[in-house]
């Protein structure tokens, strides 16, 4: 018998590791073991594991020398490559919520909840729990639909694009059929969860689907398709205004979520325009259509610049309809300060600060305006869960 096939032996015999455990637990108190679930799958899995040369376990009060993953030196030392447990979940869910850019909802969340609170305000900005979870269950399937849609849609354009080459589709990290599947559920899931709500907003549900879903289609025929863009995502305050209220909306509350309504696509066709400047030369070059490739960068930034002080003095006019006060007219400040900032840097910056003008600063505006909005609502008069 070699030497090798003596080790392997060794290590396979219960004794064997038996041994192992006790000189473990013998160990000087200052020294922290792993856990147990850990040391049970090390257990399990060191025999089948290919082992260096170089690593040895040795104990001098039972005479063993042999190759071992687990001792370094003089410690033990649970190697991070073979023993670290992998939750499958997680990265599936992280793989997937990055298909589907679950982080750009900060765009659209914050202003369908806003526009909860202002058709609850009633209830003091609350419309229960039931109501308030299925209005983020109606957010998150509706967005996770249209985004997989998009992705699919242009999944061939992703892959000539060296900007979105990477994407999970053209790398083969989500297949076809998995991202086709994913959107279909989505678009069952807003269904079901419309159908939840009230009748209103179940009978309109096949409508928003085929708005939001239809946008990732306008850039192979009109250059307006920041509008639809616009449309699509002005749908989350109206759907949530709608969720909260039903058909029992009166003319007052149809002309506050209208402007509203109208200040999310203006605000959208905004920043859109300043997003697409970085694709100029590949919509360009591939016949895409934007406002971008129609006018050129330069005129498409000055109807960008239009279209956010338009969506600024609606957003004023917005905020007199509802009869906000001083904490409303801080938080406009504070977005045309952002929105300001934003056109310098689309103007002053190279195309690397764009992530920065549409992410980062567009999610401020809205997460601001859901501050400002729930500070009139709710705390006047104090809040109550209920």
């Known amino acids: 018998m070699t030497e090798s096939n003596g080790w392997a032996a060794m290590a396979s015999s219960p004794l ?5 455990m006790r000189w473990f637990v013998s160990l000087r108190p200052a020294f922290k073991p792993p856990n147990a679930t850990a040391l049970a799958v090390g257990a399990a899995v060191v025999p089948a594991l290919p082992l260096r040369a170089d690593e040895h376990f040795r104990d001098s009060r039972f005479k063993v020398s042999r190759p071992c993953s687990l001792v370094r030196g003089s410690r033990f030392e649970v190697q991070g490559s073979r023993f670290t447990v992998l939750i499958p979940m997680f990265a599936i869910i992280q793989k997937w919520a990055s ?11 914050p202003f369908a909840l806003a526009a909860m609170a202002v058709a609850a305000r009633d209830n003091r900005g609350w419309p229960g729990w039931r109501t308030f979870g299925l209005i983020l269950a109606a957010m998150v399937c509706a967005r996770t639909c249209a985004m997989a849609f998009n992705r699919i849609a242009d999944r061939k354009f992703d892959a000539l694009n060296p900007r979105t080459a990477r994407r999970h589709l053209p790398t083969g990290q989500i297949n076809l059929f998995s991202a086709v599947t994913f959107c279909v559920l989505s678009g069952a899931g807003l269904v079901v969860v419309s159908f939840l709500l009230n009748p209103l907003c179940f009978y309109l549900s096949p409508v928003a689907l085929i708005v939001i ?26 759907g949530a205004w709608l969720a909260v209220k039903g058909t029992n909306v009166s003319g007052w509350e149809i002309a506050q979520m209208l402007v509203l309504a109208v200040v999310v696509v203006l605000w959208l066709v905004g920043f859109d325009i300043i997003y697409a400047i970085q694709d100029y030369e590949f919509d360009r070059a591939h016949g895409l259509h934007s406002l971008v490739v129609a006018w050129g960068p330069k005129n498409a930034l000055q109807a960008s610049f239009l279209a956010h002080m338009v969506m600024c003095g609606l957003l004023l006019v917005f905020g007199l309809l509802c009869k906000f006060r001083i904490a409303y007219l801080v938080g406009w400040f504070l977005i045309v300060a952002c929105l ?47």
């Open 340 to 386: 300001a900032l934003e056109h310098w840097i689309a103007r002053r910056r190279s195309l690397n600060w764009i992530n920065l003008a549409f992410f980062r600063l567009n999610a401020v505006v809205s997460v601001i305006f859901l501050v400002v909005t729930l500070t009139e609502v709710v705390f006047l008069g104090g809040f109550r869960l209920r």
């Open 213 to 238: 879903c239809f946008y990732s289609l306008t850039k192979r025929f009109t250059d307006y398709t920041h509008v639809y863009l616009g449309l699509a995502l002005a749908l989350a305050p109206v």
């Open 16 to 20: 064997y590791f038996a041994k192992v």
């Open 99 to 109: 298909f589907v850019r679950f982080s750009h909802t900060a765009f659209a969340l």
